[in-house]
């Protein structure tokens, strides 16, 4: 009876010891020279270890990981030019994959089906190389990172109905292309970082609850772009310095998103954020930042918008444009020479406002429907303001502190209030001009000027 005991432990010992080795596999391909080819399979190898090391030209390197080969690491380098590298990861989770390329016009993809926590990442150095990660559906909990230094080279990732998902791109050079698509997902993050001149980054993401993040340092004439459908969404832009004549566009569709756009020490650039549905925030920073314009379009009811111009940023632009209900709407506009200012919005109960101070803006509050209230507040010199309001119940106010300013109010319609604030002295030349138009019944007007002679004042009541 000892006898086949004894056996029977030696057996399973064996037998472990041979189970083990399996799950704890190691594969390991070397090749030098050009034209080569190298494959590596793992199925069911939970723990496994694959590598494969190529050097030269025009070579290829394939590392498939099969059904719960779970655990597992899968690497390529390559150095040289025209190779290319793929690791297929499925129905195996926790696993890590890493391609490493170092010369030109060389592919690497790694491709996830059905695994959870995963981890990919590409690293390419040179020229007009291409990089793609794609997880498919049921890799939630898992991240992609392509990172590419040279010139015209392309990277994409591609993340569909996953849960809170990690995807990151870092490019550097110039002429460079970076996209993330994040499709019918939740809690999921895309970011983009480029330092190059001429450089596109697009993000898109449906679902709830996602994040997204374009950063473009030193980057002319540079294009980003981020379209979101869904629920709950942040997106951010940063033109970072000398990221002049810069493209930054962010699309929302769905309610209580968020997006916002920054632009610093980067002339010549045009921000647009565009959002439809409900109880959305949008906000557009100019910040040193000469003959940049920035819009904002909203439609939709209980919405927020926001734009800031600092200092240092003359002959810059902005503009909001509201459609729906309780609506809110401010711009600030510092120390600006040259400056425009425009809010237009449609619907009832809406709010704006415009501060600027400098010299030589124009501020103008377009307001239709009922219930709505427009206020500008410009101080320095030559300044223009107008309001003009059609409905009912309307209030519109406009202050100027300085000399040789006009400010304007029309208003149409029944039950409106208007007023006009003006101090600083005018000239025959250059007066301080004030006028109210108002047509219909039950209308207040007034206008109050201080600071000398040389002002005029109209009120029209008709």
Request: charged share 15%; net charge negative; glycine share 10%.
């Amino acid at each position: 009876m000892k006898r086949y005991t004894t056996l029977s432990a030696a057996i399973a010992l064996v037998l472990g010891a041979s189970g083990s080795a399996m799950a704890g596999s190691i594969a390991d391909v070397d090749q030098v020279g050009s034209g080569n080819d190298a494959y590596i399979e793992q199925e069911d190898s939970n723990g496994a270890l694959a590598t494969i090391n190529q050097a030269g030209n025009d070579n290829q390197a394939s590392i498939e990981n099969l059904h719960i080969s779970d655990d597992v690491v899968s690497t390529v380098n390559q150095s040289g030019n025209g190779n290319f590298g793929d690791i297929f990861t499925y129905d195996s989770d926790r696993a890590v994959s890493t391609i490493n390329q170092d010369g030109n016009e060389n592919g690497a993809t790694i491709d996830v089906d059905s695994s959870f926590d995963v981890n990919g990442q590409i690293d390419q150095y040179g020229s007009i190389n291409l990089a793609d990660i794609n997880q498919w559906e049921f890799s939630d909990d898992s991240v992609a990172t392509i990172i590419q230094d040279g010139t015209a080279n392309a990277a994409d990732i591609t993340q569909d109905e996953t849960i809170a998902g990690a995807a990151a791109i870092d490019q550097y050079g110039s002429d460079n292309d970076a996209s993330i698509s994040q499709a019918i997902g939740e809690n999921n993050t895309a970011t983009i970082t480029q330092d190059s001149d001429f450089a596109i980054a697009d993000i898109t993401q449906s679902g709830v609850d996602n994040v997204a993040e374009i950063y473009q340092e030193d980057s002319q004439d540079a294009w980003a772009s981020i379209d979101q459908v869904g629920e709950g969404n942040d997106a951010y832009i940063e033109n970072l310095p000398i990221s002049d004549f810069a493209t930054s566009s962010i699309s929302q569709d769905g309610d209580s998103n968020i997006a916002f756009i920054s632009t610093y020490d980067s002339d010549g650039g045009n921000s647009t954020i565009t959002q439809t549905d409900y109880q959305n925030g949008a906000a557009i920073v100019i910040d040193s930042s000469f003959f940049t314009d920035a819009d904002i379009t909203q439609d939709g009811d209980i919405n927020l918008a926001d734009i800031e111009i600092a200092e240092f940023s003359d002959g810059s632009s902005a503009s909001i444009s509201q459609d729906g209900i309780a609506n809110a709407a401010g711009i600030w506009v510092e120390d600006c020479v040259d400056c425009a200012a425009s809010i237009t919005q449609n619907g009832n109960d809406n709010v704006a406002d415009i501060y600027q101070t400098g010299v030589s803006n124009t501020a103008d509050i377009t307001q239709t429907g009922t219930s709505h209230i427009a206020y500008i507040d410009q101080s320095g010199s030559y300044n223009d303001a107008s309001i003009t309001q059609a409905g009912s119940s309307n209030e519109a106010d406009i202050l100027q502190s300085g000399e040789y300013n006009i400010a304007s109010i029309d208003q149409a319609g029944s039950d409106n209030y208007a007023t006009i604030t003006q101090s600083g002295m005018g000239t025959a030349a250059a007066p301080n001009v004030a006028s109210i138009s108002q047509r219909g019944s039950g209308h207040s007007a007034s206008i109050d000027q201080s600071g000398g002679g040389g002002n005029t004042a109209t009120i029209v009541q008709y």
